[in-house]
């Protein structure tokens, strides 16, 4: 008989754990599968006692430098064999609960909808803090009914239900939202939450044919659906588990704990804390969620291993609120946005209707994006300046909306320029590798105000999904550039920047295509 098994990495979860392990197997899963690295909140001890009481599987790691801790728990996992052919499998976040539309709610009931494709694709549903500031001990309860509604492009993240079988060869060690799919003459099929077959996409493609492609975090537009399910994303649960889970860093990316968490901000917090709409969909289980924790609790060294995690984690939830009140006292850098004004106005204007910013370039523009647009990403070459910026955007609490991407090209001097052309091979990387990144949100508007200007502007052509207004910084004063007018012509200038509307699908003439493609390597 097939297993069902929930799968997850973990750290610092202890207070979570019981309810999220309870919840799914009330809907059906039957195996719980738990990696975890070093705790210090009594998680490592509540695993130990369930997995001496036969509840769950643990295994603890510690990930070599360098390594995500998810990461390495999927590689671990594959070695070990931990799942084979025919079991259905999910890899969940403690924060994550599948909500399940189709029938009763129950896992068989999707997996019933599934039929005889590989797996579905099924995107998050962010849940606010309900105006809870302390955690009131469910979340299966009237305290978390409140999210997003659907228009929000985060819910667009997804995880993946699938079958093991020789055509998926495991977790995937860049892209953890889905399986390995092994290359294939004839790829599995998977579904959306629609239950329908997913999109021709690239991505899907890619992965389709066996890449593993970190992009495959979120689902096209055309993929996304609630109809089948839903995963209840609890990400911000409460003000005070929000500082710790900034504190204990990130699953996915190494080197991001405490105050080198550029994600978990008081800026993301209040992005993402959505209670736009009323969703109680999951409290049909939630007696039913009641009846396994007593049980779970009931089985011997779990209650005791269950108090002394409780312990740990006032413990912890003291030290963080210390350290915020001393992290509370360090000023923040200011960064003045240095435009003449009547591109500083430009600038304004524009950055006030986006949603997402991508800036080549950064400094006070960043803050003005940060503090107008929904999202911001800056890309720099010059690692001092950009750590500088990281810092200060962190200390005046942007992190969340504004992510500083350092895209090595080499050794560089004063405005960043490459003091030699030794780093030639990794130019192209400037305007280009952003968007390939996993977490990376086609912009709205694109400001080009640093290094290899002309690859900029053609890396947004080339790369177009949807209409982009894209600024260009010392255009008009410089002759060098307005070979790109074979291609767009400005729609606008004002002072000495351009305004260049890019829209999908534009063509860049056979006449130009050496010169565009050689603009990757002009550092001007």
């Known amino acids: 008989m097939s297993r069902h098994v929930l799968f997850t990495a973990v750290k610092n979860e202890a207070p979570f754990l019981l309810e999220w392990i309870a919840y799914h197997k009330a809907i059906g899963f039957d195996t719980v599968i738990v990696f975890s690295n070093p705790s210090d909140d009594g998680t490592d001890e509540l695993l130990a006692a369930l997995a001496v009481a036969g509840e769950i599987t643990h295994v603890p790691h510690e990930p070599p430098v360098g390594v995500s801790a998810q990461g390495n728990a999927a590689r671990l996992a594959n070695e070990m064999g931990l799942i084979v052919d025919g079991d259905w499998v999910m890899w969940l976040d403690a924060d994550e609960f599948l909500n399940v539309h189709a029938g009763e709610g129950k896992l068989a009931d999707l997996i019933g909808r599934i039929g005889d494709a590989a797996g579905m694709l099924i995107p998050w549903r962010i849940f606010g803090d309900g105006g809870n500031s302390h955690f009131p001990g469910r979340f299966i309860s009237d305290d978390f009914v409140t999210a997003t509604a659907k228009h929000f492009p ?163 939830l003291m030290r963080a609120a210390c350290r915020r009140e001393a992290e509370a006292n360090v000023q923040p850098e200011d960064f003045k946005l240095t435009l003449p004004a009547p591109e500083a106005a430009l600038l304004r204007e524009t950055y006030a209707g986006a949603e997402v910013v991508l800036e080549y370039g950064s400094g006070g523009s960043t803050f003005v994006a940060a503090r107008s647009a929904g999202q911001v990403t800056a890309v720099e070459n010059d690692p001092d300046w950009a750590l500088r910026m990281a810092t200060a955007l962190g200390n005046g609490g942007l992190g969340g909306v504004a992510r500083v991407h ?67 910084d010392d255009y008009a004063e410089r002759p060098n550039y307005f070979w790109v007018e074979q291609i767009v012509k400005p729609r606008q200038i004002v002072g000495r920047m351009a305004v260049f509307e890019i829209v999908p699908g534009m063509a860049i003439p056979a006449a130009v295509m050496a010169r565009a493609l050689g603009s990757f390597t002009d550092v001007e």
Not at 173 to 178: E, K, V, Y
Not at 261 to 277: C, E, I, L, P, V
Not at 425 to 436: I, N, T
Request: hydrophobic fraction near 45%; aromatic fraction near 10%; proline fraction near 5%.
């Open 406 to 472: 350092f895209e090595d090209v080499g050794s560089v001097g004063e405005w960043a320029r490459p003091t030699s052309s030794a780093g030639f091979r990794l130019y192209h990387r400037y305007a280009s590798a952003v968007w390939e990144k996993p977490w990376f949100v086609h912009p709205d508007v694109v400001l080009i105000d640093g290094r290899f200007r002309t690859s900029c502007l053609i890396n947004a052509i080339m790369r177009a999904e949807k209409p982009m207004t894209v600024l260009f």
């Open 154 to 316: 985060p819910t667009r993240e997804i995880k993946t239900l699938f079958q093991a079988s020789p055509k998926t060869a495991g977790f995937a060690m860049s892209g953890i939202n889905r399986p390995i799919v092994a290359p294939s003459a004839t790829p599995p099929l998977f579904l959306s939450a629609a239950g329908t077959a997913i999109s021709n996409s690239d991505v899907n493609l890619q992965w389709l044919a066996g890449q593993d492609v970190a992009a495959t975090n979120r689902a096209k537009p055309a993929d996304f659906s609630w109809r089948l399910a839903q995963i209840n994303h609890y990400m911000l649960r409460t003000p005070e588990f929000f500082r710790l889970k900034r504190l204990r860093g990130r699953g996915w990316a190494t080197g991001q704990a405490g105050a080198s968490n550029s994600r978990h901000t008081d800026a993301f917090y209040a992005k993402m804390n959505r209670n736009d709409r009323q969703d109680r969909s999951i409290l049909r289980h939630r007696a039913a969620t009641d009846i396994q924790v007593k049980r779970i609790l009931s089985l011997e060294g779990v209650a005791e291993a269950a108090a002394f995690a409780e312990r740990a984690t006032a413990m912890a």
